[in-house]
C-alpha cells in the first residue's frame, strides 16, 4: 500500500517467508536428539539445592506423564488444563500433553473459580493440573458447573476428600507412567502423528464487551513463532534464563519456554514472583523476559537507595546516569563513541552501573520485554547501565511475537521490526494488521468475533494503532480497542468490570483507567440522590456536589461499594482509587457519542491531572506502606 498523501512514512513492513511448518512435536525432540546430556532445567529443591535436569531426563519424565493420561481415558484431541504458577511441573505438563496429542487450556492460577469454571466449561476440558491446596478448592469450586471434568492431578499434596472427580497427586501419575513399559517404543511414533495446522492449545483471553475468547493457536502457529522469535533473539546454548512469568501467558510460554528450550539453553525456574531477586543472584542468568513493570520496580528500588545515600554517592550517580544515556543514545543513532566518553563511561560502570549489573547475577546479555509498552526513559536507563532490553510487540492472537528490536540495531520508543515471515500493514484508520504462520485459528465458538478479527486474506487485526518509520520500525501510538494492559502485563476487560460497578445505586457512569500503569483508577459518577442521603445519614455535609466527591469519607464509602460490587473479579481487575466526579458525561461536554457511548479517549484528556494526581497519591501510600501501589 502506498504511503497516504503528503506522508513519507511507508505502510507495510516484513514479507511472507517460504518456511517450512512443523509441530510443538518437532520442537521438542530437536534439542533431544541433538544434545541429550546436556542441562534443560534447573529447579530448586531445598535452601541451597538447585537440581539440573538434562534433556533426556525431561524426555522421560514428558513420555510418562503423556502415557499415563493416556492411560487414564484421555484421547488425542481432548483437552486439559493447567491452573498453576510457573513451575517446573508446568512445562513438563505442557510437553507431555504434546507429545499425547492432548490440547493445553492454561489457566491463570490468580483467577476466580467463577472465571476458572467459566473457561474450562466452555473449553470442554477433561482434566485438569492444579499447583496446590488453593488452586484445588478452586477447581472443586468451579466442577459443578464443568460436567466434563473428570479427572485433577495435583503437584502438591492435596486432600482430595468430597472432590466430584478422580484425583491423582503428580507423582502417581509418574508412577503409572513408567509401569507403562510396553508403550515406550510406540509412544513417539504416536506423538509424529500430530500435524501442523492441529489445535496445539486454547488461550482464553479478556474480552472488551463479554466473557473471555478462546484463542486458537495450532502447532505450527507456536512452532513457526518460537523458531522465528530465536533467531531474531539470538539464544545461546550457554545462556541461562530465569523463567517466572506466568506460563499461562503466551508471552512467556513462547519466549522463555519454546524458544529457550528449542535453542538448547538452560531454564531455571524462579520459586515464586518474591524470589526472582535472590534468584537471580544464585541463578546468574544471561537471558530473560519481564513485563514493564519488572523494569520500573528495579529502577525506582535504584532511585530510592540513591536518594537516601545522598551526598556524594547521589551525585555520582546521576553523573553515571547521564553518561551512560549518552552512550546509548550513540548505541540507538550507530554514532562511534570517543575515547574520552570511553574511558569516562569505564569510570562510572566501576563506580555504579556494575553493582546494579551484580544484582542482575552480573552476566545479562539481555533482557526482553512483552505485554505492555515500556517506558522509553526505563529504557534508555538499562542501557546507559549496560544492561540491554529489547522491546517487543505482539498479542495471545499472533501467537504472540509480532516485532521485536534486533538486538545489533535497536531502536528506542519502538517495538522493533516485524520477525522473519511476519508482515506488519497500517491500515486507512492507522490500525495495525499483520499476517503470517503466527495468525491463529480463529476463535474457539466464535465465528463471528474470528470474523470480525482476521480478514479473508490473513490480515489479522491487533487493536492497537501505529506507525512505521523509514526502516521499517514499528511504533505504537494508541490502543483502538478497549482491552486495559496493565504495566504487569495483565489484560483487564474495563467493560464488565463497569458494569458490575454500575450495579451500586451510588454509580451512575463510570470510565475504568490505567492502561500501561500498575494499578486501575475508576472515574465515577455519583447517583447524587442516593449519595447525598448517605452523606446526611453519615453526617457529612457537602455544599454542593463538586464539595461532597472531594469529602475523603465518601470517596472511601464509593470505593468500598463498588468493590463489594466486584466480588468474584481478580484484584488486579478491582480500582484501587475512584475519582468522583461533579458533572456527567455529555455529547456537549464531548465525552459522550451522539449514541450515548463513552468517548474513552475524551474522558482521560479531560481528566488527565485528577487521573495522575490519583496516581501519584497511590505511589506516596505505597511508599509509606511499602506496598505496590
Known amino acids: 500500500m502506498p504511503p497516504e498523501p503528503g506522508s513519507d512514512r511507508p505502510r507495510t513492513a516484513g514479507a511472507p517467508t517460504d518456511f517450512a511448518p512443523g509441530t510443538l512435536v518437532d520442537l521438542f525432540l530437536h534439542p533431544i536428539r541433538r544434545h541429550p546430556e546436556s542441562t534443560a532445567f534447573i529447579v530448586r529443591r531445598g535452601e541451597d539445592d538447585w537440581q539440573h535436569l538434562t534433556y533426556r531426563d525431561v524426555e522421560e519424565i514428558a513420555r510418562d506423564v503423556a502415557l499415563a493420561l493416556r492411560s487414564l481415558g484421555l484421547e488425542r484431541g481432548d483437552r486439559v488444563a493447567i491452573i498453576s504458577a510457573?513451575?517446573?511441573e508446568w512445562a513438563l505438563a505442557?510437553?507431555?500433553?504434546?507429545?499425547?496429542?492432548?490440547?493445553g487450556v492454561p489457566v491463570y492460577d490468580s483467577l476466580t473459580s467463577r472465571q476458572i469454571a467459566y473457561i474450562l466449561r466452555d473449553a470442554g476440558v477433561r482434566a485438569a493440573f492444579v499447583a496446590d491446596s488453593e488452586q484445588f478448592a478452586k477447581l472443586v469450586e468451579a466442577a459443578p458447573e464443568v460436567p466434563s471434568l473428570r479427572h485433577a492431578i495435583a503437584f502438591d499434596p492435596v486432600d482430595p476428600g468430597g472432590a466430584p472427580f478422580k484425583v491423582m497427586s503428580w507423582e502417581d501419575l509418574l508412577e503409572q507412567g513408567r509401569g507403562l513399559v510396553s508403550l515406550h517404543e510406540g509412544y513417539e511414533a504416536y506423538a509424529r502423528q500430530t500435524e501442523p495446522g492441529e489445535l496445539a492449545t486454547l488461550i482464553y483471553t479478556s474480552g472488551t464487551t463479554g466473557p473471555p475468547k478462546g484463542v486458537m493457536l495450532s502447532h505450527n502457529n507456536l512452532y513457526s513463532n518460537a523458531v522465528l522469535s530465536s533467531r531474531r533473539l539470538e539464544i545461546l546454548r550457554t545462556d541461562v534464563v530465569l523463567a517466572w512469568l506466568p506460563m499461562s501467558h503466551v508471552f512467556e510460554r513462547t519466549a522463555g519456554h519454546f524458544c529457550t528450550w528449542l535453542c538448547g539453553a538452560q531454564r531455571a525456574f524462579a520459586e515464586s514472583v518474591e524470589t526472582v531477586p535472590r534468584d537471580m543472584l544464585e541463578v546468574r542468568p544471561t537471558f530473560m523476559a519481564a513485563v514493564p513493570r519488572f523494569y520500573e520496580k528495579v529502577h525506582e528500588a535504584t532511585l530510592t537507595a540513591v536518594r537516601a545515600a545522598g551526598g556524594t554517592r547521589?551525585?555520582?550517580?546521576?553523573?553515571?546516569?547521564?553518561?551512560?544515556?549518552?552512550v546509548a543514545d550513540a548505541v540507538m543513532t550507530g554514532e562511534r563513541t570517543g575515547p574520552w566518553l570511553r574511558i569516562r563511561y569505564g569510570i562510572a560502570d566501576r563506580l555504579v552501573f556494575r553493582k546494579l549489573k551484580a544484582r542482575t547475577g552480573g552476566r545479562i546479555r539481555y533482557f526482553v520485554s512483552g505485554s505492555a509498552p515500556l517506558p522509553p526513559a526505563i529504557a534508555r536507563f538499562f542501557w546507559g547501565a549496560g544492561l540491554p532490553v529489547l522491546e517487543g510487540?505482539?498479542?495471545?492472537?499472533?501467537?504472540?511475537?509480532?516485532?521485536?528490536?534486533p538486538p545489533e540495531a535497536p531502536r528506542l520508543g519502538t517495538v522493533g521490526t516485524p520477525i522473519e515471515g511476519v508482515e506488519v500493514r497500517i491500515a486507512d484508520d492507522g490500525e495495525i494488521l499483520c499476517r503470517g504462520p503466527n495468525v491463529m485459528l480463529g476463535y474457539y465458538n466464535n465465528a463471528e468475533a474470528t470474523r470480525e478479527t482476521i480478514e479473508p486474506d490473513g490480515w489479522l487485526h491487533t487493536g492497537d494503532i501505529g506507525e512505521l518509520d523509514g526502516a521499517g520500525y514499528l511504533r505504537i501510538t494508541d490502543r483502538k480497542k478497549e482491552l486495559i494492559v496493565t504495566s504487569y502485563g495483565k489484560n483487564v476487560a474495563p467493560l464488565p468490570v463497569e458494569e458490575a460497578m454500575k450495579r451500586s445505586p451510588l454509580v451512575d457512569q463510570v470510565v475504568l483507567v490505567g492502561d500501561g500503569r500498575k494499578f486501575l483508577v475508576a472515574l465515577i459518577v455519583p447517583e447524587f440522590g442516593h449519595l447525598e442521603a448517605w452523606a446526611r445519614?453519615?453526617?457529612?455535609?457537602?455544599?454542593?456536589p463538586a464539595d461532597l466527591t472531594r469529602q475523603p469519607a465518601v470517596v472511601e464509602h464509593v470505593l468500598h461499594e463498588v468493590h463489594d460490587r466486584l466480588e468474584g473479579f481478580s484484584g488486579y481487575e478491582m480500582p484501587k482509587r475512584v475519582i468522583l466526579l461533579e458533572e456527567a458525561f455529555s455529547i456537549e461536554a464531548g465525552t459522550l457519542t451522539p449514541t450515548?457511548?463513552?468517548r474513552r479517549r475524551a474522558v482521560m484528556d479531560r481528566y488527565a491531572q485528577r487521573i495522575e494526581d490519583a496516581y501519584a497519591e497511590g505511589e506516596r501510600e505505597a511508599r509509606r506502606t511499602g506496598g505496590n501501589g
Do not use: H
Not at 314 to 326: T, Y
Not at 394 to 402: A, F, H, K, M, W
Open 393 to 405: 510487540y505482539g498479542l495471545t492472537e499472533s501467537s504472540p511475537v509480532i516485532s521485536v528490536n
Open 86 to 88: 510457573t513451575r517446573c
Open 537 to 544: 445519614a453519615a453526617g457529612i455535609e457537602g455544599k454542593d
Open 94 to 103: 505442557d510437553f507431555a500433553l504434546i507429545m499425547a496429542g492432548l490440547i
Open 314 to 326: 547521589e551525585r555520582i550517580f546521576w553523573w553515571a546516569k547521564a553518561l551512560g544515556e549518552r
Open 596 to 598: 450515548q457511548k463513552v
